[in-house]
Every structure is written in C-alpha cells, then in structure tokens.
C-alpha cells in the first residue's frame, strides 16, 4: 500500500554488511511549523502492540534529540535500497 503512494519512497536495508548489527529501532518523526517530535518506544506497529501489550513509547519535543533521531534515519536511509 505504501509503495502506491508517489510521495512515499519505501527502502529496504538488503546488504547485510551496511550495519553493525541488525536494526531494530521503531520510531517517527514529525516536524511541522511550531515543533519537532520524535515518538520512539518498544512496540511494534500493529494492533496488540498498540492496544493489548504493556509497552514503553515516549514523545519528546527536545530539539537535540530530534536532530539525533533525524540524523540516524539519514543515514538507514543513505544505506538502503
């Protein structure tokens, strides 16, 4: 459904070597006009993660931490295919 969306450009990590390890990082960035938030936790996205689970998500607005999280989806991004 993603790769249907022009405006969405889906990637996968393929070589096997681009990474120290394997990732397992789920987070999301938004950045409008007024703030930048990063929502990062433990659960995976769907529903008994979302709804069911006892999992640990937290929302921040602090600036460091966005351009850290940015940074790093910047470089997955530069790795994937």
């Known amino acids: 459904m993603l790769s249907a969306e022009p405006r969405i450009q889906v990637r996968a990590l393929t070589d096997a ?7 397992h990082s789920k ?3 938004v950045r409008d ?3 930048r938030w990063v929502f990062t936790g ?5 529903v008994t993660s979302l709804r069911r689970n006892d ?3 937290i ?3 602090i600036r460091s ?3 850290a999280y940015e940074a790093n989806f910047a470089r997955l991004f530069a790795v994937a295919a």
Not at 42 to 46: E, F, G
Request: hydrophobic letters at 35%; proline letters at 7%; a negative charge.
């Open 42 to 46: 433990s659960p995976n996205w769907n």
């Open 33 to 35: 006009r007024h703030a």
């Open 17 to 23: 070597n681009a990474l120290p390890g394997y990732l």
């Open 55 to 57: 999992e640990a998500m």
């Open 65 to 67: 931490v966005y351009d």
């Open 59 to 61: 929302q921040t607005d």
């Open 27 to 29: 987070y999301f960035l």
